[in-house]
């Protein structure tokens, strides 16, 4: 029997033998851990496959996956009775494909799936109830966690049967929604409630020790009134004792802490391999491997279960497996530098100027574009983990004894996550510079936890905070200089796109008034005004496509997100040519809307009016899925235009 189905991936069938011998108490141990071993195989290759993905948090709980799916808890892709059955939420949402790939080979849906991860119109890029088998939208951290609490409370309440099972990363805890969590679940006594931590001891790049100091948590959990058991989480039946011994405890909620290993299974990305010192740095946090490096890897687990796959008559050959993997990277073409890259260099410039700039990192230095700045200045670098909230109110603090902070992090999270704070930030009337990376739907392979689509409409109602977007490296080197060097505002918000235009971008004059449009390209039949490398980018190809139908656009870019000049809009209006404002952005609450607000209040009227940006949640997919699916690729926006004007 071929062990592979026709794309390369283990079969169906195949786990459903397994699963069969397991049910009937045939060497369970045994087959489960073979079954682990394959879920571990789909899910490296269709990490692979993707070109993107969070394989070493997902591989470090596969043991824990296949034994809550297979034999600890009961699963039935037929009982979709949330009321009376057992639950399974994981709180740390990138570690989606191992879940998908234990859910695939249950067969909540075919296993071939896999091979659309991080697709449109495939598997998220986070957990996401769109795919049948997943029970909460998770990639924002904590949020599993409480979501756990809320169907435990539920269950016990109302007598309804069924245990609430979660997984939660160790960096995770360092969220305060966690602990918020931890002390309802406590003081219900949620004996129904099993939370598995995940402690494999790294986070993102480096050792979670270096982020934050934990002490001693078993004994912070006991105290608070949990049942505690520890143990490595790597095979499947030490998981099935401690989870039987679990089940017979009761009158409290149950921690089962795993020392588990980042990357397990595959020893080039196994941390304890990689990380042998503190300054070491883990490289497969989000990483795909080569075609060499899944060979590989596939090759290693295959020869663990070697003995059992022969016995029940499997054969095999890699080829299939070892087809489509990307050989390059996933977004090509694309002439723009790094927003990011010039970030780093634009700061780190400033900041030997300036001894009073500090920063402030919530575990995304290599993101964020810190580590120039670390290495240089790491007395007046301040890491504190994942915790927005947090953040900002120490910035505040920083701020008033005399220091120009820089708070960075993904814009989904900062702008929404700690919008209380930021309110009160400005309040205080401190100066800091916050910058908001990832802004917009790209990349939106991580789905749309944390693509920023509604970070205008959650910031621009704080009085005093300016808005900004830049759209090159030059760009952001211009605005940090007049930000540090010159008065331009207390607070700026920095709307910072982590993908690059496809087109190079001119670069604003370092005297742009404020509110005042930048002309990227003079044109007699429509006016886009658009903001960001993503979408003016599209904005020139459209504007190239169109001047072969002979229309000629005007480009304007207007980096000012929520301020405005009179003028410039009133000569517009006076041409009686339609006006397309572009962005990748909600459509309330963004710049199209403010934009539309001061035309209104100013009685400035164009022959037409036409706001492209985004009607819905955003989706997972690769940068020309994604543009298209809301509108805003070069194609659709020349189409739009041609069709009114």
């Known amino acids: 029997m071929n062990l592979f189905n026709n794309l390369g991936y283990i079969d169906i069938d195949v786990f459903k033998l397994l699963s069969f011998k397991i049910k009937n108490n045939i060497a369970p141990d045994d087959y489960l851990q073979t079954t682990a071993e394959l879920i571990r195989f789909n899910t490296l290759l269709s990490v692979a496959r993707a070109g993107t993905g969070h394989l070493g948090a997902s591989l470090s709980i596969v043991e824990l996956l296949t034994e809550i799916y297979f034999r600890s808890f009961e699963f039935d892709i037929n009982n979709k009775d949330l009321n009376n059955r057992d ?5 740390k949402g990138h570690a989606a494909p191992s879940l998908y790939g234990t859910l695939a080979a249950k067969g909540y849906f075919p296993v071939n799936k896999l091979n659309d991860l991080r697709r ?5 890029g986070h957990c996401d109830i769109c795919i049948p088998g997943i029970e909460a939208n998770t990639g924002s951290l904590a949020m599993g966690l409480s979501k756990a609490v809320g169907y435990a409370i539920g269950k016990k309440r109302f007598r309804l049967k069924g245990a609430i099972v979660v997984i939660v990363g160790d960096g995770e805890l360092q969220e305060g929604q966690c602990w918020e969590a931890f002390l309802s679940a406590a003081s ?3 004996e129904n409630l099993y939370i598995i931590i995940d402690n494999n001891k790294v986070q993102t790049d480096q050792f979670t020790e270096n982020i934050v100091h934990y002490g001693n948590l078993v004994k912070a959990w006991r105290n608070l009134g949990f049942i505690v058991e520890e143990g490595s989480g790597s095979t499947v039946s030490e998981i099935s004792a401690i989870i039987t011994e679990l089940k017979e405890k009761t009158g409290k909620p149950k921690i089962f802490y795993c020392h588990t290993i980042k990357g397990q299974g595959v020893s080039y990305m196994e941390s304890t391999k990689l990380l042998k010192i503190s ?8 990483k795909s491997p080569n075609s060499v490096q899944l060979r590989d890897g596939l090759t290693q687990i295959l020869s663990r279960i070697k003995r059992q796959l022969i016995k029940l008559g499997f054969r095999w050959n890699l080829n299939k497996s070892l087809c ?3 050989k390059g990277p996933i977004q090509q073409g694309i002439k723009g530098k790094s927003l990011i890259t010039g970030f780093a260099n634009a700061l780190l410039e400033e900041a030997k100027n300036n001894s009073r700039i500090v920063v402030i990192d919530g575990d995304l230095e290599e993101d964020c574009g810190f580590i120039p700045f670390r290495k240089s200045f790491p007395k007046r670098f301040f ?19 005399g220091y120009l902070p820089i708070i960075s992090t993904y814009a989904a999270f900062l702008t929404s996550r700690a919008n209380e704070q930021l309110y009160n930030l400005a309040s205080e009337h401190v100066k800091a510079l916050i910058v ?3 802004a917009g739907i790209l990349p939106a392979t991580p789905g749309k936890s944390h693509q920023a689509f509604r970070d205008i409409s959650c910031v621009k109602n704080i009085p005093d905070l300016l808005l900004y977007q830049p759209t090159s490296a030059d760009d952001i080197q211009n605005i940090l200089r007049r930000y540090f060097r010159n008065n331009l505002c207390r607070l700026l918000y920095l709307r910072l796109s982590m993908a690059a235009s496809i087109e190079e971008i001119p670069v604003p004059s370092d005297s742009l008034s404020l509110g005042e449009p930048q002309i990227i390209l003079k044109g007699t039949d429509a006016l886009i005004v658009g903001i960001g490398p993503v979408v003016l980018g599209e904005c020139i190809k459209a504007g190239q496509k169109l001047r072969k139908d002979n229309i000629d656009i005007e480009i304007w870019n207007h980096p000012w997100l929520t301020e405005f000049n009179i003028n410039a809009y009133s000569k517009a209006s006076k041409r009686n040519i339609p006006l397309f404002i572009i962005e990748d952005h909600f459509y309330r609450g963004g710049f199209g809307e403010s934009l539309m607000s001061f035309l209104s209040m100013h009685d400035i009227h164009f022959s037409l009016i036409k706001h492209i940006s985004m009607k819905d949640f955003p989706q997972t997919g690769f940068r020309d899925e994604a543009l298209r699916h809301f509108g805003l690729h070069r194609d659709l926006i020349a189409s739009a235009i041609r069709k009114l004007v």
Request: glycine share 8%.
């Open 87 to 91: 639950i399974f939420i994981l709180s």
């Open 120 to 124: 449109l119109g495939g598997l998220e």
């Open 188 to 190: 219900y006594k949620l």
């Open 279 to 286: 300054s070491d740095k883990y490289i497969w946090h989000n």
């Open 324 to 326: 489509n993997i990307p």
């Open 383 to 401: 890491e504190m983990g994942i915790m927005e909230q947090h953040m900002v109110a120490t910035t505040c603090a920083l701020s008033r004894l």
């Open 436 to 438: 908001g990376n990832m």
